[in-house]
């Protein structure tokens, strides 16, 4: 599981330290332009091609790395 | 001490404001019969205005803001709530939020890399910045030519750039894109509406900013006289206009650039405030009225973003009371040169066709209003003018540096907000001040 590097990565784009793994990042001022950076960090740290809808089905640290973890690579 | 300011738009307003209240006999020239400059309001309705020219503002926009409360008005927030269109490559869908039918790992990427060249600009000096004159050298498009492999973050770059600036990727300097980005408050503030640069309108119309600004100064504001050329001895200055002379202790010229660079100075600046390659802001605003914003009613916010024109994004614009609804269409970059060259007829006909696509259950308009800045005689374009390539490093260190009694202002001159309504009052009040610092009272004894 990736949850603690996803965190990391939420405090980063979001600029926000108090993320945790239940954090919606759409609730706490994420919008589409700062998803799609999120997104590009997650193919560039976990070699991991995500959309725009996964994330929206997937928007916490907890939920977005089962996907991650859920795809093949 | 007499102070002429050529301009009514918000930086000279703002300056001629500040001035007059320090006790400085103040006199403003228009060239115009309306003061506003970028700012102009449309009647659709009885009542019912919106922003033909500059509308949005945020909350960091504190001068702005600060104004408002000053000249007693208030702002409405921008509304979004429903489902975006979108015409990518012929295809029209219909998506939840803002996303567009793209690649969102590419745009990430493109978003990295320009928000890694915005961090590195300087703002008090971009010309300063590592590496100014290679970014300064490359056009936009040769940035995305060199770094922009995915064909999803290519087709949007250049609807970015019209979007947040009015630019044509072709002509703009990449130094100027980052300055532009950086100076906004970064991509993620100036592309956004709620927390954003987007957050508000002035309710009523942007407009009035100036209309209530210029009501106090009464006979000081002068219109329909454009200045012509302007001279300056060691003992004073003198504005010319078609049939008058005004002598002065300082001028304050705060028109854009290009405009600026078009009056005759003696003696002659020491660079030129505009060279062959500044462009003008690209930017055409459609504005469409209908009997209500039928839109809403279909679960859609009335955001629309298409990858060709005319065009290329739309935003719902009603005013806020509900008596009609107004998709206002945003004609930028290359596409806003093309749609002005266009008839009236044309330009209609047009638009029309598009809108059958992307919103085809709105009756036809009851109201439909071009406004091209492109042309427009005493702007020369808008958002703000768009620097190409070597311009920040030819124009940049003078931009707000005064030429002997001649100071200078309006959004070009401020590198907090360049571009937008705050960067114009906030060099409006840079002015002011440094005009009153410059000269000692004359005719007054300590």
């Known amino acids: 599981m990736n949850v603690d590097g996803v965190i990391a990565l939420f405090r980063r784009v979001l600029d926000n330290p108090e993320i945790d793994a239940e954090s919606d990042f759409f609730g706490l001022g994420g919008d589409s332009l700062l998803a799609t950076r999120v997104l590009s960090a997650v193919a560039r740290e976990y070699g991991v091609e995500l959309t725009f809808d996964d994330f929206l089905l997937a928007p916490t640290p907890a939920t977005l790395a089962k996907t991650i973890a859920s795809v093949p690579r | 001490m007499r102070v002429l300011v050529v301009g009514a738009g918000l930086a000279g307003l703002t300056a001629a404001a500040d001035l007059t209240a320090a006790g400085v006999d103040t006199t403003v020239l228009e060239a115009r019969d309306r003061v506003g400059g970028r700012t102009r309001g449309i009647e659709v309705a009885p009542g019912a205005w919106v922003d033909a020219g500059a509308a949005y503002l945020g909350d960091r926009h504190t001068e702005l803001h ?283 006909a047009e638009t029309l066709r598009q809108l059958a696509h992307l919103f085809p259950r709105l009756p036809l308009p009851i109201g439909f209003h071009v406004s091209d800045w492109v042309s427009e005689q005493y702007s020369r374009g808008c958002y703000a003018a768009v620097f190409g390539p070597h311009d920040w490093l030819r124009l940049g260190p003078r931009l707000s540096t005064a030429h002997g009694r001649v100071h200078w202002a309006g959004t070009e001159t401020s590198t907090e907000y360049f571009g937008l309504m705050e960067g114009a009052i906030r060099s409006g009040h840079r002015v002011a001040l440094e005009v009153l610092s410059s000269y000692e009272p004359v005719g007054r004894t300590r």
Not at chain 2, 91 to 117: C, I, K, Q, S, Y
Not at chain 2, 310 to 329: F, I, M, Q, Y
């Open chain 2, 66 to 348: 600060k104004t408002l409360a000053g000249v007693g008005l208030s702002t409405v927030p921008t509304t979004m709530d429903g489902a975006s269109r979108f015409a990518f490559g012929g295809r029209d869908e219909t998506r939840a939020g803002r996303f567009p039918p793209l690649n969102a790992v590419a745009l990430g990427e493109m978003f990295d890399l320009l928000d890694e060249l915005t961090a590195t600009i300087r703002l008090d000096a971009p010309w300063l910045t590592p590496d100014a004159e290679s970014w300064d050298a490359l056009t936009a498009a040769q940035w995305a030519e060199r770094h922009l492999r995915h064909p999803d973050a290519r087709t949007f770059f250049p609807l970015f750039l019209g979007e947040m600036m009015a630019a044509d990727p072709a002509t703009v300097s990449m130094l100027h894109v980052a300055l532009y980005l950086r100076s906004g408050g970064g991509i993620g503030y100036l592309n956004a509406f709620e927390g954003g640069a987007q957050q508000d309108r002035i309710r009523g119309g942007a407009h009035q900013v100036c209309e209530r600004l210029a009501g106090r100064l009464g006979a000081r504001v002068r219109l329909n006289r454009p200045v012509r050329a302007i001279q300056q001895n060691v003992r004073a200055a003198t504005v010319h206009t078609d049939g008058e002379q005004f002598r002065c202790d300082a001028v304050v010229v705060a028109v854009p650039p290009l405009l600026a660079e078009a009056i005759d100075y003696q003696p002659v600046l020491p660079a030129p405030r505009a060279t062959d390659l500044t462009g003008r802001g690209c930017a055409v605003k459609v504005q469409l009225v209908y009997p209500a914003p039928h839109w809403r009613a279909d679960g859609l916010s009335g955001w629309s973003v298409s990858s060709t024109g005319p065009l290329l994004s739309t935003v719902d614009d009603s005013p806020p009371d509900g008596a009609v609804g107004v998709l206002t269409g945003f004609v930028t970059g290359a596409e806003a040169y093309r749609f002005a060259a266009l008839s009236a007829p044309e330009q209609r």
